[in-house]
């Protein structure tokens, strides 16, 4: 961190922001000019609020020189991260991995038949909605409790690992016990009460990128999580909101290489909500290979009509096959398994 002082600052005023500094067990090394006084300081510097410095009347400008997030930085970490979920690698060169499922658990008859039909096509991975966060409080909220005990007998039966979406710390404990990737959606991604309590456990977090949220902001939640103790964080970037009409959500297939070169965490992409248009959901699935993610969560159902949310964003069975195929030979150019 850079600290530029106002010209003629007075000297004691100086001191005590220093002094205060050097008490967090920081060190500054000051820099004298003709007409202003620079000091660097060294440490840990995310236990300082810029903000707050900025605020002192001898202060002119602070500036980062590193990002506040640590754990989370591939600086620190220069080697990419591999999460294991449910005995799947994710992230580093590991193969590419492709999550797939209803955007809610509806019955136990019908989640077992898609379930069936990610297994055959390929994926690797079921996700299904339990609790379902929805813009409209009319709308159908989810099976609950219910919907995990069928998601689990999925797993059970078919061999896929579960991925569900965890709203309050309340369920916490039901999802650690239960679920296997736990999914921290876009609206809850700033819930600071939720990511310190799933950095509590170990379970591995899906972590959604939020509706207008910038890549630090987001790189800082994943820190949140982190800095409780639980380092088994996958990103996942699921569109931001812009002007566009055409799509639901606007993709951002950028966050990809920045993603890796900021961060050692695995990123995977939901471009179903990304699009909201089941003919697009291909397309960016096999650009979000080429760019380098490291997975895919798309929704599937085996009757996407009468789907009781989502069904407009969502693959059949056949079409998520063929979408796997064709991803394995994208994955191959890049240098991955699929």
């Known amino acids: 961190m850079i600290i530029t002082l106002k010209k003629d600052a007075p000297k004691g005023e100086v001191e005590k922001l220093i002094g205060g500094i050097e008490a967090k067990g920081l060190s500054t090394n000051l820099i004298e000019g003709a007409s202003y006084n620079v000091f660097g300081v060294v440490g840990d510097t995310t236990i300082l609020d810029e903000k707050v410095i900025a605020a002192n ?4 400008n602070v500036v ?3 990002a506040p997030y640590k754990k989370a930085n591939r600086v620190f970490h220069p080697a990419d991260s591999v999460i294991h979920v449910g005995g ?3 992230g580093g060169q590991e193969d590419v991995v492709v999550i797939g499922g209803p955007c809610s658990v509806e019955t136990e008859e019908g989640l077992l038949e898609i379930a069936e039909g990610v297994r055959d096509a390929g994926g ?3 996700r299904g909605g339990a609790y379902k966060p929805r813009t409209s409080p009319y709308a159908f909220q989810g099976q609950g409790s219910v919907g995990i005990q069928w998601m689990a007998e999925a797993r059970q039966r078919y061999g896929l690992p579960i991925v569900s979406e965890l709203m309050s710390v309340e369920k916490l404990e039901e999802f650690d016990q239960n679920v296997d990737l736990i999914q921290v959606g876009a609206r809850n991604m700033q819930n600071f009460d939720l990511l310190k309590a799933l950095g509590s456990i170990r379970k591995p977090v899906l972590l959604k990128r939020g509706l207008a949220n910038t890549i630090e902001e987001w790189l800082m939640a994943a820190e949140y999580i982190m800095a409780g103790g639980n380092d088994n964080v996958i990103l996942c970037e699921r569109g931001i909101r812009t002007f566009e009409k055409y799509t639901r959500n ?7 290489p920045i993603v890796k070169q900021k961060s050692h965490l695995p990123i995977i992409i939901d471009p179903s909500h990304a699009t ?4 697009l959901v291909e397309s960016m699935s096999l650009a979000a290979i080429a760019a380098g993610a490291d997975g895919l969560i798309v929704e599937v159902h085996n009757n996407p009509e009468c789907a009781w949310s989502d069904g407009s964003q969502s693959l059949k069975p056949d079409r998520f096959k063929t979408m796997i195929k064709k991803g394995r030979v994208i994955a191959n150019v890049v240098g991955r398994g699929m």
């Open 64 to 66: 980062r020189v590193a």
């Open 124 to 126: 690797h991975m079921l």
């Open 250 to 256: 606007t993709l951002d297939l950028s966050v990809v």
């Open 276 to 279: 909201g248009d089941w003919r």
């Open 88 to 90: 799947i690698p994710v």
């Open 57 to 60: 009347p001898v202060v002119d």
